[in-house]
């Protein structure tokens, strides 16, 4: 019997192996994995690069061959009768032996990166710093030197970011320990160039961030310090970025943002975008009907509708953002008591007093976020307190409007809104899930993207909390909200599972809501995405999963026939008893039976289009902004 070899040219050990063919495929495995460390290994090949889960995949398999290598020489050792019985570490720093110089020379290059201050080949030095940190982890236990080698390079790091840090701090403080209020400029450059090197500097990014948001909080006990900051931070790209990272600034992002929004009224609102086409001579309201469809009636109906909003918002405000610990139950009971006043009883979801009552509907749910927002403004000290204060712009308000829109029927019609990037959409759709869902609609907001949806759902999660509607409201993204429908009376999958496997119906389990549904809406996020070709005309296709020990014989032959050379066609296959097996345990399907193996068959000449992610021992692929395992 001779050694096999797989794909990569890897021997592989035969079947039935005797002691001799033990011997030989030891001794071939051997010689293909010294040849694969000390000739073929690239340690910054880009394969290996693309991120910390390819490194670390890389480096363990390294380990893996070092100790293979180490382990069959103690058994061919034994095999012979020799006296070797434990592995030898000098074997192994031999093989390794062009692997540490390839670090070695990569981490002396970064040193000299460092000790130059070169911040725009930071990210290489990132790299390198990287492969130390897996290279000691699964390396170092063979060779210490790899241990030695990335903590000389982190010390090297830690000491040009200190000196960074010592540099900031004198221009931040003078010898008395005062704030430089002079210098605030200078300070804020600083601030942005230690941010950027935290971006690029993975090992001393906490650090870094620390550091910055400790002397931020210092800096704003110093009246009127942290705006000026502020306000130089927002003129650098980078700088604009650091808003949402440090607590501290997040209250001057929101006095910043209302300062943007507070200079466009209600009018510019629906005087923008696609009606700045036409003529200047023409007038608001033509505009307004041209794209919206209105006549000058329902556009006065808009702006009325949102400087009411306003005022009353700007009333609950003055009302409940007080800092009590109370004031956040009394609003959510205030507004519950409100919507159930205008609820109407049967299945009708909206009535002639919803709508005269739907301006003080959103202004109260509105205001909820307002008030989980409120620390900014209860912190603010000056006379400029309610710059701080979160509040929905003209947009929003206008948008949530729209979204409620009245039809002809007194029903809420289907609309389609537009808001600019950083104008707040997010806090649209969960004003107006909550508002339906208060209502009884069952709310699915759909967005193509999970880190997207997962990040919204999250930031208003308290929103859904507070009001108990959380079994109304889903998000998710396509795909999923259509897995949410397929299964509200229990899951598809095992139920066609069971009547395959079994032959038994399952009794239904209906999903259970506190609230009394009314009717579903969907609150399609990121829109635009929705037209392409990924979804827009496109079905959802549920596939559920049937095993048995029958199928996974009848898999493995078809693939074996594929690898052999052989022509496979279904007519071939139905005459195998390989394939009259699988039939006569789904008897009562065998028709499913046939039409599924006979696309096992068709797919097997492009089973790798589309591409396939192979990881940990399963098959994915890609969808979307994600690899999935269960299409």
């Not at 540099?167 to 600083?190: H, P, R």
């Not at 009552?357 to 006379?383: C, D, K, M, Q, Y």
Request: charged fraction near 25%; hydrophobic fraction near 40%.
């Amino acid at each position: 019997t001779t050694t096999t070899t797989t794909a990569t040219g890897e021997p592989a050990m035969p079947d039935s192996p005797s002691l001799k063919d033990v011997k030989d495929f030891l001794n071939k495995y051997s010689e293909f994995a010294k040849n694969w460390l000390e000739n073929e290994v690239d340690v910054y090949s880009k394969d290996h690069q693309l991120d910390n889960h390819h490194r670390t995949a890389f480096f363990k398999e390294i380990s893996e061959k070092v100790l293979a290598v180490l382990e069959i020489d103690v058994v061919l050792n034994q095999i012979n009768n020799n006296s070797i019985t434990q592995p030898r570490m000098e074997d192994a720093q031999s093989l390794m032996g062009g692997i540490l110089m390839q670090l070695e020379q990569k981490t002396a290059e970064a040193q000299q990166l460092i000790e130059g201050k070169n911040v725009d080949k930071l990210e290489d030095v990132n790299v390198v710093e990287a492969n130390c940190d897996v290279a000691a982890q699964y390396l170092g236990k063979f060779n210490p030197t790899f241990y030695e080698m990335g903590g000389n390079l982190r010390g090297k790091i830690n000491k040009f970011v200190d000196d960074m840090m010592e540099v900031t701090s004198s221009v931040c403080f003078t010898s008395t320990g005062k704030l430089n209020s002079e210098k605030m400029k200078e300070l804020s450059d600083d601030f942005v160039h230690l941010h950027v090197v935290s971006l690029r500097l993975g090992c001393v990014r906490d650090k870094i961030n620390r550091w910055i948001e400790e002397n931020l909080q210092s800096i704003s006990k110093e009246k009127g310090a942290i705006a000026k900051i502020a306000l130089a931070l927002k003129s650098n790209d980078h700088g604009s970025m650091m808003f949402k990272k440090y607590p501290s600034l997040e209250g001057e992002l929101v006095a910043i943002l209302n300062g943007k929004f507070e200079a466009r009224s209600i009018e510019d609102m629906l005087a923008e975008s696609s009606f700045q086409t036409y003529a200047d001579t023409t007038s608001l309201a033509t505009k307004a009907k041209r794209f919206l469809g209105f006549e000058k009636s329902e556009m006065d109906y808009l702006q009325d509708t949102v400087l009411t909003c306003q005022r009353i918002i700007g009333e609950l405000i003055s009302k409940y953002l007080t800092g009590s610990p109370d004031a956040m139950m009394n609003l959510v009971n205030a507004t519950k008591h409100l919507v159930k006043q205008v609820k109407p009883r049967g299945k009708a979801i909206t009535g002639s007093s919803f709508w005269e009552e739907l301006p003080n509907i959103i202004a109260h749910v509105f205001t909820t976020w307002t008030l989980s927002r409120g620390t900014h403004f209860l912190n603010a000290t000056g006379g400029n307190k309610d710059s701080y204060i979160v509040r929905p712009h003209a947009g929003q308000i206008l948008s949530v409007v729209r979204m409620l829109l009245k039809g002809d029927k007194s029903a809420i019609v289907s609309n389609l809104v537009e808001l600019k990037t950083g104008e707040g959409k997010s806090g649209v759709i969960a004003v107006v899930s909550t508002i339906l869902a208060l209502l009884g609609v069952e709310v699915f907001a759909a967005c193509y993207s999970q880190h997207l949806s997962d990040r919204d759902y999250k930031a208003f999660e308290f929103m859904f909390h507070e009001f108990g509607v959380e079994d109304m409201v889903s998000y998710g993204t396509f795909p999923s909200v259509c897995e949410t429908i397929l299964n509200k009376d229990g899951s598809a999958r095992d139920l066609v599972s069971s009547v395959l496997s079994s032959g038994q119906h399952q009794v239904k389990q209906k999903n259970k809501h506190k609230h009394e549904v009314k009717g579903r809406a969907l609150v399609i996020d990121e829109v635009d995405v929705f037209f392409n070709k990924s979804f827009y005309g496109n079905t959802f296709n549920a596939t559920s999963k049937i095993q048995h020990e029958t199928i996974n014989a009848l898999v493995r032959f078809i693939w074996q026939q594929k690898e052999s050379g052989s022509n496979i066609t279904m007519l071939k296959l139905m005459q195998e008893d390989i394939f009259k097996d699988v039939v006569a345990v789904f008897s009562d399907h065998e028709n499913l039976v046939k039409y599924a193996v006979a696309a096992m068959v068709e797919d097997l000449e492009s089973f790798d289009t589309p591409a396939y992610v192979a990881e940990n021992n399963k098959i994915g692929y890609k969808d979307q902004d994600k690899v999935v395992f269960n299409i």
